[in-house]
Every structure is written in C-alpha cells, then in structure tokens.
C-alpha cells in the first residue's frame, strides 16, 4: 500500500505541475503581460512574476501553485480595480439611488433652504422616527457658549447671582460653575492696572497682584510698573535739567529717557539751545 501511495502521489504531482505549466502559467501570463507600471515593482518581485509564467523546473509548480494564487489575486484586484469603479460609477449615474444625510438637511431645514415636507422625507429616508428626527434638529442648533450664557443670565436674572438662571438654562455642575462664571467676567486690563497704579487706587502689592494674575512674570510685572508714569517730553525734559544745573551727561541721558535716540540727544539739546 505504501508504494502504491507513494507512487500515485509522485503522478499526482507531477501532473499538477503539468497542469500548472500548460494551464495557469498561459493565464498568468496574459494578466502580467497587461499590467500597467509594473516596472514600479522591486527587481525581486518582477524575477518572481517571470518564474511564475516561466517555471525553470517543473517541480517549481507545486511551490509555486499558492503563491501564483495569492499574487493573481492581488493583480486582478489591481488591474480591475479601476475598470470597477468606472462601473460602478456608470450605475450609480443611472440609478441616483443616493440621498441627503440627516445632518445635512438640518442644516438645510435651519436655515430656511428647504420646506418641512422635504426635511421630513430626508429623515424618513435615513431611518428616524419623528421624535428622533426632531432632536436630533435641535441638538445641531449653534447655542451660547457657557460663560455667554452667564453672561446673558446677568441681565435676565440676578446680576449678582446669576448662577440659578444660568442652571435652567443648560447643564452647568456646582462644581465647574465657579470656573465658568470666572470665564464670563470682564477683567481689568494692563492698562488700567497701570492707570489704578498712578492714580494711587492700588499700592505697589495691589498692583503686583494684578499683574500677576493677568499673567505678568514677577520680573516683568516690574518694568511694566515702570512704564504706568508718563515722562517729559524732551523739550521739558532738557529745559528743567538746564535749570536744575544737571551736567551734560544726565542731560543726555534725560533727553534720551524723553524718547530721542541717543545718537541724536546732543543734536537735540543744541537745537533747543
């Protein structure tokens, strides 16, 4: 029984090698011959589809027969993979079988572009029961922004506490309210800090406070400090160091504070001169 197993399965693959070589290499001979670009692929894989058409050996099929039948069904893919498209494409031209998303007749429905009966139709279609159809409209309304909500609720119910109103209003947690209400407050500016400073509203800590939380680097708070007072113009500025007897150089440099370029403060003081 052995070798009569043994001998059969010796016909049994020699035939299939015949059957390959006669067969399926004329067939994969004609796909490859015919596809495009394939000087694009790897030399590697170019010497193998050439193996595959033309086996050296004819024990090569056996090997080959998996392979070849993985790489043809890559190929066909390629190759009829546009041929496809077009025609799929061609019936979608004649079928027209595509509709408007729900989202885009919503849209549509808000701003008045379409009529109700079309926006309801649009909803059948994509499968949504009225009630659905009809919050699922509302939930891509545009709709305030938290800290305008707040902001809004400061005029239309308490302006000191507008907590409450804000809370009917949309789902705000006590928890993130505080931050959300920080968001809707006006906020002094740089400038009016400054302003505050000079006019003694706020000392050196106010002031250094205030800075600090509009985001002003310690060092920086300082020289920012330092430009809240107005200096001189350079006119005043060289005529009250004249009279205050000021040497030349403190003169230059008090012209130069003034706003001239130092390269040009002795020209100015001698025109002031």
């Known amino acids: 029984y052995a070798d009569w197993y043994w001998k059969h399965s010796v016909d049994a693959d020699a035939l299939r090698d015949e059957q390959y070589e006669t067969v399926l290499a004329p067939i994969l001979a004609d796909v490859i011959d015919n596809i495009a670009h394939k000087e694009e692929l790897p030399e590697y894989m170019q010497n193998l589809l050439q193996t595959m058409v033309h086996p050296e050996h004819a024990e090569t099929g056996k090997s080959l027969l998996s392979i070849a039948a993985e790489v043809t069904t890559k190929i066909v893919d390629t190759v009829t993979m546009g041929g496809f498209k077009k025609m799929h494409q061609a019936a979608n031209r004649d079928a027209l079988s595509e509709r408007m998303q729900i989202e885009s007749g919503n849209i549509l429905k808000m701003r008045r572009k379409c009529t109700e ?102 060092l920086d708070g300082f020289m920012v400090k330092s430009l809240a007072h107005s200096l001189p113009n350079p006119m005043i500025m060289a005529q009250g160091l004249l009279l205050q007897n000021a040497n030349l150089e403190s003169i230059l440099t008090g012209i130069s504070a003034a706003d001239i370029k130092p390269d040009y403060a002795q020209t100015y003081l001698d025109a002031v001169m």
């Open 117 to 218: 009966d079309y926006w309801n139709d649009v909803c059948a279609v994509n499968n949504y029961p009225p009630d659905e159809s009809r919050l699922l409209y509302e939930s891509q309304k545009p709709y305030p922004s938290i800290p305008d909500l707040i902001t809004a609720s400061r005029y239309l119910g308490d302006p000191y506490n507008p907590r409450f109103y804000a809370q009917e209003l949309f789902d705000i947690t006590d928890k993130d309210y505080m931050i959300w209400d920080w968001l809707s407050y006006q906020k002094l500016t740089t400038q009016q800090v400054q302003e505050l400073f000079k006019r003694g509203v706020y000392d050196t800590d106010d002031t250094n406070r205030e800075l600090a939380r509009l985001g002003w680097h310690e």
